[in-house]
Structures are given as C-alpha cells and as structure tokens.
C-alpha cells in the first residue's frame, strides 16, 4: 500500500458538526474527519466530470470514493510544521502538578491525575500539546417562508477558525493514487462542512508529497517483555457476531488476534449524513481516537503487527476510521511542554446579572437531552456483552412491562419482575454477562448518573440551580429509558438470530 500526503488550509470558519445535545448550539469537531475529505474529493469530482446522479455507475468514482480502494484519514492539526495526533489517554498529568505519566505502564502511587485534552507529538521523551482555536458565533433564525429572521430566537455555530494548517494522507494502490492526484491536481480550494453556502467552510487542500510507502508513524515495533503498546490515532468501529456496532473489548481482542491487557477507553458514536443521497447514516458505537491497550505479542508476530499498522482495524477504514499504531508509547520518563493555552478555544466573558428565566429552562431541557442520549448508549453497550438470550416473546413482555406507564418506578418494576413464572426467571437465569445473570442483573440496576461520564453536567446544573440526581421524576424517566433500549436491543438481536431481519 502505497499513501500522499495532503494539507488543508482553512480560509474561513469550517463547521463539521458533532451530535453534544444541546438544540441551541452546533458544535464543531477540533480535526477535519475523513468522511469529510472524501466528500471534498466526490463533490469535487462531480462538478469537474458533471456526473449528475449517476455518478455512482462511474468506474472511477467507485473504485475511489464507494468500493474503499482509497483510504482519506483524518486531518489533525499541524504545530510547528508538525503534525500531530490525538493525545493517548492513558498519558496523564498530575491534578495541580506538572508531573505527567503513562499509566498504561506505571501507577503513580498517592497521586491523582487526569486526562490531558487535545493533540500532541513527541519530541524524544518530551509531549508538545497543542488545541485547535475555535469561536462561537450567534446567528437568528430565518422563517425560510418570509425570508426574515425569526424575532427573539438566536442559536449558536461553533466553528473552527480559519488561518489554521491540518494534515492527513491518502492511502491505496500507487496507480489507483497516481491516477486520481493526476485528475485533482496539485492544489485546489473547496468547501467541507456545514453552511458551505454562507461563510463557513472554504478550505485550499494541497498535495504535499510524492507517492510513498504507508507508515502509519514512529513506532518501530520491539517487543520487549512480550507486550506492546496499541494506540487508536482515529475512531474504531467494530461489529459484532450480529452486525451491531460494539464496544466490546473481546470483539477487538477477536478482531486483532492478540490479547490485552490493559486498556485505557473512552466509547462515543458516530453518526453522520450524507448530503449528495439525502440520507442519513445509522448510529454507530466506537472506540474513540486516543484509546490506548497493551497488547501482548512476542518478535515473531511483528509482520503481523505491521499490517495491521498499515491496514487498519474494523469498519469504514476507507472514511478514516480504525488507524492504529504499535510501540508508539513507550515505558520512559515523560515530561510535557504544554502549550494549549497559545491554541485555545477564544474565551467568553459571563454577563453580569442574573440568567434569564427562558436561559434556565434551556440550559436544564439541554443538560436533560444530553443524559438521555448517554443512557441509551449505555443501555446499547450493556444488552450487547449478554449471552444465551431469553425468547422474543419474554422480551417483549419485559418490554411492555416497561412501557406500561411513561415514568415506572423502580420498586414496581422489580414487582412485576418477581411475579414471573419459573420458567420464565429461569429463563433470565440463563441468559448471562460475564459477571451477572439478566434476572440479577435486571433486579440490581439503577440510574446513577456520576457513571454517563459527563464532566460538565454537575457544573451546569448548579448555574441554573438544576440537579439531575436529585430529581426522582426524571431518574425515573431515565430508568425506563435504559430498559426500554435494553429489551429493544435485546429483540433486535434474536430477530437477527432466527434470520427474522
């Protein structure tokens, strides 16, 4: 396999969205994902070649842009002619210290650290941080049937700035890639991202090498004490034996070949639409980019190693997704240079005053939406690590004993739960994950939202005096939510069994 690199300019603000929660505000992703740089490249190939819609019937087309021959990564930010990559997450810093460690290799001991956010390159044994620079900016909302803006009702772009340098490569065959630099050419400007037709999204990509060997980085693969480090430089999605997307650290150990372990994760989806058909791609659960394990591997498995290096791990490798790379942490002392404050997001001042009524009622309906969402994820990731599932028909009644009333309380539920027939618990006895049956499982369970993960929901709710743990109509609510997309996964799953679809 043979790469390119290429270098992306951006010439004004670019917003490549990215789902938070809040209705009010578009947020932007900090790099430039591979599914939009192969949208740069498709539309721009059927503007020059005027395909119209069936473009999809051309040979070229769909050998570069639809088969995967081609392979457009991620682009991540350039500092200091540098190109850098998503700081590991398992490199971290002391809490109001400056020490820093890789905990895939040591546990510091009486010492309390934490995640180090954004990009990063070595410099021997030196980590060189940097953030992308974002704004925010308010816009009205226009009544398309009028033409004018909707008085009082203002939503927020975050948005990259421009005057910023990312960098990526295009990996496949060397004649598939001389081939399709020939018809791009050396330079060109386009647009990626959302409102490309206002002022967002104007970008200059350049070819900035030869075609080349792929070398997915740094690392040189040893195998010193037969471990070695794995480290995500994008998202991974994986499939399961059912066809849904998982989290599952056995399914990677599965997909790979090898044993972790250790690992260091942090899980997200993936979702995204597809302007040119008008559709939307279904949600997908991933290993975000970052997550690192310890691998165990001996020398003999180093070709093996240098494939997987090369060639990625899991799904839509040819969108960016499942790059990987060996030995690039490495047991050594670690000190950092820190200079995410130069790069950081423009800082906004609070208005003096006391927030608006309207304000409140927006930031808990926002901090709301986003705890529902996560405790779907959760419920996702949880119903796909059970084995040996009940029939259909018990799920489904288990679903409609959830759904009977919009907000069950708990207590009822496990009621209705302990008046099944034997055969039925016996049933959910049988059905396990790795630590519990489903009936213990089921009876066990509740909503605690310290473990959705979202740091900042307790920091916002105190601003408008809203504390979602402490709201018993609400984690009820939360709680038929979690079951109801449990048993809906659950179902899926038999469905997908007994070749029902």
Partial sequence: MQKIKYRLSTLSPVLITVNIGDVNTVNTNNFI????????FANNYIKKTKAGRDVHLDEKFYRWFLKGDLRFSNAYPVDKNTPCFP?????????????????????????QTEAIPGFGFWENSILSTCKVKKSLNFHHKRDREKGSSEKGQIFNYESIDGG???????????????????????KFIAYTGRSRKTQYGKIEMEF???????????????TDN??????????????????????????????????????FIRTGTISNYISVWHLRKPSDLCFLAGSTFLVKASQNDRDKLLKLQEEGIGERK????????????????????DEQKEQNTKELSRPAGAIPEIAKEIVKKSIKDLIEREIKILAIKDA???????????????????KKSKTIERDKFISNLELLRKSAKDKLCRCRNDKK???????DYKVNIDMIGKDKIKEFGKEVNFYPEHDSEFLAELYRIYFTTFFAIMRKRVNKEKGEG
């Fill in 33 to 40: 994902n591979g599914r939009s740089l192969l949208g740069v």
């Fill in 87 to 111: 700081v590991p997450l398992s490199i971290q810093k002391e809490k109001n210290g400056k020490e820093i460690f890789d905990l895939l290799f040591e546990e510091p001991e009486n010492k």
């Fill in 164 to 186: 910023q340098v990312f960098e990526g490569n295009i990996s496949g065959p060397e004649e598939l890639l001389r081939d399709f630099t020939g018809f791009f050419g050396k």
């Fill in 208 to 222: 900035i090498s030869a075609i080349e060997p792929y070398e997915a980085g740094t690392g040189d693969i040893k």
């Fill in 226 to 263: 037969e471990t070695v480090s794995m480290t995500l430089l994008s998202d991974l999605i994986l499939y399961n034996d059912y066809g849904f997307s998982t989290t599952d650290v056995d399914i990677l150990e599965k997909c790979t070949g090898f044993k972790i372990e250790k690992s």
């Fill in 318 to 337: 040819n969108e960016g997704f499942g790059r990987v790379i060996f030995n690039w942490q490495k047991k050594a002392r670690l000190t950092g240079k």
């Fill in 384 to 402: 796909d690590r059970f084995r040996k599932l009940p029939t259909k028909s018990l799920i489904g009644r288990l679903e409609a004993m959830i």
């Fill in 437 to 443: 049956t489903l009936y213990d499982f089921i009876k």
